[in-house]
């Protein structure tokens, strides 16, 4: 069984008294002042720890919230490029008659659709990151880069 000790209570002038006491030799006066000392370090680390954490919380809540409006923009944008990707492929109820020059607007339109690809694939891999997630294999950069030259930042096909 722990000692217990029994309850003290001091009068108004018991806490001078005995600062008194101590202040009356070198090594009491040592004592306070480490004493004071020490109590600051501890309440100051445990201020900055405190603070520390209230920083990350504040910046873990704005990368989200920022992370949160990228993936709606993004799947906004793919969104965008899925209904181009339709339009372009549905079927029109009359056949245009063939303009002239039809290649270059064969290649044309290839061309767009090739760069649509790309950035379909760029930003579903870009959503896959800002949910958390690893880019799925079939979106790595190397095979949605399939058009880029060595250290370029844009595809051939925009080129």
Do not use: Q
Not at 107 to 132: K, N, P, S, Y
């Amino acid at each position: 069984m722990p000692d217990e000790e029994p309850p003290v209570t001091f009068g108004p002038g018991d806490y001078e008294a005995i600062e008194a006491a101590v202040m009356e030799t070198t090594r009491g006066r040592w004592f306070l002042r480490e004493y004071a000392r020490r109590n600051r370090t501890a309440d100051t680390e445990a201020v900055l720890a405190a603070v520390a954490r209230l920083e990350k919380k504040i910046a873990d809540e704005s990368t989200a919230r920022t992370m949160d409006r990228i993936r709606a923009s993004l799947l906004d944008m793919a969104g965008a490029i899925e209904d181009t990707k339709a339009d372009i492929a549905a079927p029109s109820p009359e056949p245009p008659p063939p303009p002239a020059g039809n290649e270059e607007a064969a290649r044309r339109i290839a061309r767009i659709l090739e760069t649509l690809r790309f950035l379909e694939g760029r930003i579903r891999t870009m959503i896959a990151l800002c949910d958390g997630d690893e880019a799925p294999p079939e979106a790595a950069p190397e095979r949605i880069a399939a058009g880029f030259a060595a250290n370029e930042t844009t595809p051939a096909f925009l080129n």
